[in-house]
């Protein structure tokens, strides 16, 4: 089994900085791309930030200049650097990515989500 574990996640004053964190466990071969989204209340899941196996990225325009994501291959984790977060940042966090396991084909897998919460 694959398993994806966030955190970092934390309450932060307006213009300040987090860092979450994604580790990917398990029987794993290869992980394709990773990436974050986030979910505010009465909100849908959307996309905050994309990484390919080959480090490129993708950001929402709505976080551009403000949020970093890298990865770890050699720890199969992924990492989402946010600064100057605003109270819109305020959402539950998701990993997701595609990973194949050992002996298997390419799934896609969500981790549990981690909160973050910006206060004004």
């Known amino acids: 089994q694959v398993q994806l574990v966030e955190s970092g996640g934390g309450l932060v004053q307006a213009g300040g900085s987090l860092r979450l964190s994604c580790a990917a466990s398990?029987?794993?071969?290869?992980?394709?791309?990773m990436g974050w989204y986030r979910q505010a209340p009465g909100k849908q899941r959307e996309m905050v930030a994309v990484i390919s196996s080959g480090s490129s990225t993708n950001y929402a325009d709505s976080v551009k200049g403000r949020f970093t994501i890298s990865r770890d291959n050699a720890k199969n984790t992924v990492y989402l650097q946010m600064s100057s977060l605003k109270p819109e940042d305020t959402a539950v966090y998701y990993c997701?990515?595609?990973?194949?396991?050992?002996?298997?084909?390419?799934?896609?897998?969500w981790g549990q989500g981690t909160q973050v919460t910006v206060s004004s």
């Open positions: 398990g029987s794993i071969s290869s992980i394709d791309y």
């Open positions: 997701n990515g595609n990973i194949r396991r050992l002996q298997s084909r390419v799934q896609n897998y």
